[in-house]
């Protein structure tokens, strides 16, 4: 039984949870382990040593560094950019800054910045306005005006009374421009490019004409996409393999129309989504250029419930849910529909498959996400069920835009005690207990993480394992409850986790859990006799792979390099003879997750791959 904390519960409920090690196996991209911001873009005000081992140690694995809506206005030769919820005023900010110290203090660390597509940055501060002198700098909706550049503010309400001349403050700025810094930062600063794969395209660029209508006065959706267009193939001239991530498309509304309506594509209406997805394929086949590598939302429902906030996560795959907050998708067949449910990277995938064609690579990524302010542990737990259900489904990054009191716990809780891959759970009961069981590349040991989002029972959890034999005994528990409102998390060794035990007997556990929190339960694999495993991890590519991957033997010491499938079962079996790269033909091997494992005299290095 689980040891219980001091956490306040009612009358407990019961849940039964399955297991199953070789069902649903999908590998967990390690940069949902993200966020926005974290290394600074400011020289005057430079990381410190705590802020650095908080990033390191809670396992942070993914920084986007853009700045969202100022990325649209970034001139990095100057290091100026503007901010369009500050009167368009220029400041200064340094990539090049905050890039270095990231390649520096954070080698363990992917790092996603964006190119600016809109055709205007920032130039000169010369001519901010006087926000001192106007109010003493206080903040509200008059802060819109676009003021900047000489303007004049007007005596009430939010459009100024003389806007200000955008060409005192901006310069024209085409794609070449963007997609220079690329080079600039592999050339001139020497950084390891390998950690500045990710670019955002831009940023909500169906909003520039409320965001930006300094310079953008009305969306046009082919305008938009020609823009596009023009800096997917500029950076791609100079790197193939970057990933471009777009539309960075705001919230749920704005996923399917836009501040002017559905586009209009040779006489027919299309939600913007869609629209994107279908041009995209369009221009790729036409060119042969690749123009999308992932698909990237941003998240912030209104919902002001608890309850509604806690099934938040399910707008994005669960086919089922009704969602309050369902407004935009009503839109997405061009008219007005009574549709409740969500569903959007499902549907995004249909639209991918249609116009790109089935295996097309492109992932789904959330780069911006924010529920509305309402405790510590909901904050945490739908930050957890987001993480949770990103790494079942395969998401590649997530990068929450509002870092709450809980959220480095969660993370350090989730990114230290999970593994590298999602294996099948079902719960009698998903919208109050979820499992999110993973395993290690080697199989031999397992993490499941219980999320409890009931606000006032805890509830037992009946847990049966399939596929992955446990030695009976007692097991470590970590778990999160009842947290401050203050930030608690400093380390790997000092944070607000609290350990119990629960025993484990034929496979099968029984843990009760406190209302709202959540629990990981650490497990191990039964003893089978398997060679050491080397802490050295084991280089394979590509990965995923279709028809073939490498497995690098520089020094000449494999022998042997296997594939094994869910159930722990060898289904390939390749002697290695010589140096350098070996090729595994996996043409025959069914589609899924599996170990590669690569044996020397002495050990056997391992990784998981995806066959596709």
């Not at 594509?265 to 041009?279: D, P």
């Not at 993480?387 to 489904?393: A, Q």
Request: proline letters at 3%; one cysteine or more.
């Amino acid at each position: 039984m689980l040891t219980l904390l001091a956490a306040p519960m009612c009358a407990q409920a019961s849940v039964s949870v399955t297991v199953d090690a070789a069902a649903d196996n999908v590998a967990i991209s390690p940069y949902i382990y993200g966020r926005n911001g974290g290394s600074s873009d400011q020289k005057d005000k430079p990381n410190t040593e705590a802020d650095l081992v908080q990033l390191r140690e809670s396992g942070v694995r993914f920084l986007r560094q853009n700045n969202g809506n100022n990325c649209t206005n970034y001139n990095w030769r100057k290091k100026l950019t503007c901010h369009p919820d500050w009167y368009n005023n220029v400041y200064g900010c340094d990539w090049d800054f905050s890039a270095k110290t990231i390649n520096d203090e954070l080698p363990g660390v992917m790092a996603m910045y964006g190119f600016q597509m809109a055709g205007r940055v920032a130039k000169s501060d010369t001519y901010n306005f006087d926000a001192w002198g106007y109010n003493k700098c206080a903040w509200g909706d008059w802060c819109s005006q676009n003021l900047c550049g000489n303007g004049v503010a007007a005596s009430s309400g939010t459009k100024a009374a003389t806007e200000g001349d955008t060409s005192l403050y901006t310069q024209a700025w085409p794609a070449d421009s963007s997609v220079a810094i690329y080079s600039h930062w592999k050339n001139d600063l020497g950084l390891n490019m390998d950690q500045f794969k990710y670019w955002n395209m831009d940023n909500e660029m169906e909003i520039w004409c409320s965001t930006h209508d300094d310079i953008i006065k009305t969306f046009d959706a082919e305008d938009v996409m020609q823009k596009y267009f023009a800096t997917a193939k500029a950076i791609r001239a100079i790197n193939p393999n970057v990933k471009l991530s777009g539309p960075v498309c705001s919230s749920e509304w704005f996923w399917y129309s836009t501040p002017n309506g559905l586009p209009t594509y040779n006489g027919k209406k299309y939600c913007w989504l869609e629209y994107f997805i279908m041009r995209c394929a369009e221009e790729q086949k036409a060119t042969g250029i690749r123009m999308l590598d992932v698909l990237d939302l941003h998240d912030y429902p209104s919902e002001t419930g608890i309850d509604d906030i806690l099934q938040t996560h399910r707008v994005f795959f669960d086919t089922t849910y009704v969602y309050p907050g369902a407004n935009g998708v009503k839109t997405v067949n061009g008219g007005w529909d009574n549709i409740d449910k969500e569903y959007v990277f499902v549907r995004c995938q249909q639209w991918i498959d249609k116009y790109f064609g089935a295996n097309s690579g492109i992932t789904f990524g959330v780069s911006e996400y924010n529920v509305q302010d309402k405790s510590t542990m909901a904050n945490t737990l739908a930050y957890a069920s987001m993480l949770g259900e990103f790494g079942r489904h395969g998401v590649e990054y997530f990068t929450p835009w509002t870092w709450k009191v809980g959220m480095w716990e969660t993370l350090h809780l989730f990114s230290r005690y999970g593994h590298s891959t999602e294996v099948g759970s079902k719960s009698s009961d998903e919208v109050t207990v979820s499992a999110y069981p993973t395993v290690n590349a080697n199989r031999d040991s397992m993490t499941v993480i219980l999320v409890n989002r009931s606000q006032t029972a805890a509830q037992t959890v009946d847990m049966t394992i399939d596929n992955f034999k446990v030695a009976d005994g007692d097991y470590v528990t970590e778990q999160l409850a009842n947290l401050s409102t203050t930030e608690t998390f400093v380390s790997h060794t000092n944070n607000a986790l609290q350990q119990g035990s629960v025993t484990v007997k034929s496979n099968a556990l029984t843990a009760t859990v406190p209302a709202m929190s959540i629990t990981a339960v650490v497990l191990k694999k039964a003893a089978s006799g398997v060679d050491e495993v080397s802490a050295q991890p084991l280089a394979v590519y590509p990965n995923p792979a279709s028809g073939f991957f490498f497995v690098p033997n520089a020094e000449d010491d494999l022998q042997r390099v296997e594939l094994v499938n869910a159930n722990g079962q060898t289904v390939l079996s390749q002697a290695v003879n010589g140096a350098g790269n070996v090729r595994i033909d996996v043409s025959s091997v069914s589609k899924g997750v599996y170990v590669v494992r690569a044996n020397t005299a002495n050990e056997s290095r391992v990784n998981t791959i995806v066959i596709k």
